[in-house]
């Protein structure tokens, strides 16, 4: 039977709430944690890395009119959060989950994210008109056609093995 994706309908802003991230002090895996939606203001963001304790926090600044500014895209704005690129919204640091693939980069913010991803390019069959705001309708062309998809399952499995290999 060939594997189903059902759509979930997930943006990808539902997976924000950790980021697994580089260390800027030690480059060891830490974390980036919002439990709130970026467009929550006043939240405070914490960075933590157990590995040397550096700690952050972090208060997203507000524009004129009271809310907190979002940039969409891949490229890095400061005082925005910045939603779309290879790195946490908030302070900026690299993702850790990252895997070169098919001439890209393949990331994910935490685990639940790689698993989504693993599942969407793994399945045969995917679901109809997927929400124009979910991950999966807004995933790059190169992720989602059949040629690349043993190539991005590898990459996916990649970051995988190297989480495993964490003490
Ligand atoms: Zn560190």
Not at 45 to 74: A, H, W
Not at 151 to 159: H, Q, S
Request: aromatic share 14%.
């Amino acid at each position: 039977m060939k594997k189903q994706f059902k759509n979930r309908h997930r943006m990808l802003e539902s997976f924000g709430y950790e980021f697994a991230v580089h260390c800027p002090n030690c480059n060891e895996k830490s974390k980036v944690i919002s439990p709130e939606a970026p467009y929550y203001t006043d939240a405070i963001k914490r960075f933590i890395c157990t590995s040397c304790g550096l700690m952050k926090e972090k208060i997203p600044d507000k524009n004129c009119f009271n809310q907190n500014v979002i940039s969409y895209g891949n490229s890095w704005r400061d005082g925005f959060i910045n939603i779309g690129g290879n790195y946490d919204w908030y302070f900026g640091y690299p993702l850790y989950l990252q895997a070169p693939c098919c001439g890209h980069t393949l990331w994910a913010y935490n685990i639940e994210h790689l698993c989504y991803l693993e599942e969407y390019v793994e399945a045969e069959l995917r679901g109809p008109s997927p929400y124009y705001l979910s991950v999966e309708s807004r995933l790059p062309i190169w992720m989602k056609i059949a040629k690349n998809r043993n190539a991005v399952l590898k990459a996916i499995n990649k970051i995988k093995h190297g989480l495993l290999s964490i003490k």
